[in-house]
């Protein structure tokens, strides 16, 4: 296993490009394939891709506050300790993998946004804390660690299509009704791939990292860094509050952040209280982070600081999310997404289908990356077939959901953050996170297969 994840990764370095250009090739492929396929014209496509192209500027926001608000809590000085605790249990290479791992895995399935910005983090502070004890760790493999959590989070409580569906009011309400989360979410066949993938992945991960002195340390390369380069490390430094002027005190006043705090949490509470971090939603994320970042670093000064720096790190989410959003609008304008999903119904039988939706949905993610997106135009195909089958509703939204986030392994969309915030190349970590995707397939394959019969 090591000489093949070291290979794979040599591989993936070498040829796939940068996360830019992955979308861009991404685009044109798709375009060629809606050409071909469907009736559209190629002035007709440019236009379902133009129409297409601004329509994730409110999640392209909402993403870029996730990151922002993110790095800020986390590099709070409560947050910092914890997450320096937390990476000083790793003992070696093998136990720092495990950690960021299995760490990334658990956050990821309780929330989505968690899993992806702690479970970046904390494999740049594990990567940072075992370069400081001369413990040499292949750093592009603990960020492929820390990537794990959006390989299993459609099976978790914040899975957008199990969440939707168990929602008064959904779109295909009058098709299916309402599915509750015992259909979906905790159906044996999900936690069984769940507690699979926790053991597994950390396992498989470990089984590939590379001997001491082949192994690629944090801050050895250009494209490599922690949370920036420097002294500081990307951690933000205090300001001396001497000799400051009446309104640079408010910046530094604790009564002040303290009273946006008490404000925020009057609404967060009842929302926490009423909904649990099942019902929470990105907005609502973003909102809980904000408050924690501001009370944890107990001023405006030190939160600017902190924020500052994560907004360095969300240039390539602000600029990349609008060519996934043509390709979005190509894929549900052209007839694309029907075209492809009809030649899995096609050759599929009650017993082979969930399987066939489950690759049908790898496959849809490369092109449209966004997981609530992904069931608002793959949905109603597969809840037709679905009932045309004889399947069980859940079974096909938990098919859609469990292929929807296994092919993250190699879909450099959701991997931006992440490698914002680690600087590295989408080659750098992706040959290692396919080796997981393979093995997240097979595993869900098996037991929707099997399981869920």
């Given at each position: 296993m090591r000489r093949f994840g070291n290979a794979l990764a040599a591989f993936s370095t070498r040829w796939v490009p940068d996360a830019f250009v992955f979308a861009i090739i991404l685009s044109a492929l798709v375009f060629g394939m809606a050409l071909f396929l469907t009736e559209r014209t190629p002035i007709e496509l440019v236009g379902d891709w133009y129409g297409g192209f601004w329509n994730l500027l409110e999640f392209g926001m909402q993403m870029t506050l996730v990151l922002v608000t993110?790095?800020?809590?986390?590099?709070?000085?409560?947050?910092?300790?914890?997450?320096?605790?937390?990476?000083?249990?790793?003992?070696?290479?093998?136990?720092?993998?495990?950690?960021?791992?299995?760490?990334?895995a658990l956050l990821?399935?309780?929330?989505?946004?968690?899993?992806?910005?702690?479970?970046?983090?904390?494999?740049?502070?594990?990567?940072?804390?075992?370069?400081?004890?001369?413990?040499?760790?292949?750093?592009?493999?603990?960020?492929?660690?820390?990537?794990?959590?959006?390989?299993?989070?459609?099976?978790?409580?914040?899975?957008?299509?199990?969440?939707?569906?168990?929602?008064?009011?959904?779109?295909?309400?009058?098709?299916?009704?309402?599915?509750?989360?015992?259909?979906?979410?905790?159906?044996?066949?999900?936690?069984?791939?769940?507690?699979?993938?926790?053991?597994?992945?950390?396992?498989?991960?470990?089984?590939?990292?590379?001997?001491?002195?082949?192994?690629?340390?944090?801050?050895?390369?250009?494209?490599?860094?922690?949370?920036?380069?420097?002294?500081?490390?990307?951690?933000?430094?205090?300001?001396?509050?001497?000799?400051?002027?009446?309104?640079?005190?408010?910046?530094?006043?604790?009564?002040?952040?303290?009273?946006?705090?008490?404000?925020?949490?009057?609404?967060?509470?009842?929302?926490?209280?009423?909904?649990?971090i099942v019902g929470m939603d990105i907005n609502l994320l973003n909102f809980t982070f904000l408050m924690a970042g501001l009370g944890l670093h107990g001023t405006l000064a030190s939160y600017s600081t902190a924020a500052a720096e994560g907004a360095k790190n969300a240039s390539a989410v602000i600029i990349q999310f609008p060519f996934y959003a043509g390709i979005m609008g190509i894929m549900e304008s052209s007839g694309l997404l029907q075209v492809i999903t009809q030649w899995f119904i096609d050759f599929s039988t009650p017993f082979s289908y969930p399987f066939w939706a489950l690759i049908s949905a790898c496959l849809v993610n490369l092109a449209v990356p966004s997981g609530g997106g992904q069931w608002a135009v793959q949905g109603p195909v597969v809840m037709g077939a679905t009932e045309t089958l004889g399947i069980e509703p859940g079974v096909g939204v938990m098919a859609v959901a469990m292929g929807d986030q296994l092919t993250n392994g190699i879909q450099p969309f959701w991997a931006l953050p992440l490698l914002a915030l680690t600087r590295l190349r989408a080659g750098k970590i992706l040959g290692y996170s396919a080796v997981v995707m393979c093995f997240g397939i097979v595993v869900a394959s098996l037991c929707i297969t099997f399981l869920a019969a």
């Open positions: 993110g790095y800020a809590l986390a590099s709070s000085p409560p947050a910092r300790r914890g997450i320096t605790w937390l990476a000083g249990r790793a003992k070696g290479p093998l136990s720092a993998v495990a950690i960021t791992a299995l760490g990334a990821g399935i309780v929330h989505w946004g968690l899993g992806l910005i702690a479970g970046a983090l904390l494999a740049v502070e594990v990567a940072r804390s075992c370069k400081e004890r001369g413990i040499k760790v292949h750093f592009p493999l603990l960020a492929a660690s820390g990537y794990v959590g959006l390989m299993v989070w459609h099976s978790g409580l914040s899975g957008s299509a199990p969440l939707l569906v168990n929602t008064p009011g959904h779109f295909l309400e009058d098709e299916i009704g309402l599915i509750p989360l015992s259909e979906t979410i905790f159906q044996p066949f999900n936690l069984v791939f769940l507690v699979v993938m926790l053991i597994g992945a950390p396992l498989l991960l470990m089984s590939m990292t590379p001997k001491a002195d082949e192994s690629e340390e944090i801050g050895e390369t250009d494209d490599d860094g922690p949370l920036g380069g420097g002294p500081s490390g990307g951690r933000p430094t205090k300001t001396e509050p001497s000799a400051l002027s009446a309104a640079q005190r408010l910046m530094h006043s604790r009564i002040l952040v303290y009273a946006v705090v008490a404000f925020g949490l009057v609404h967060l509470l009842p929302a926490l209280l009423r909904d649990g």
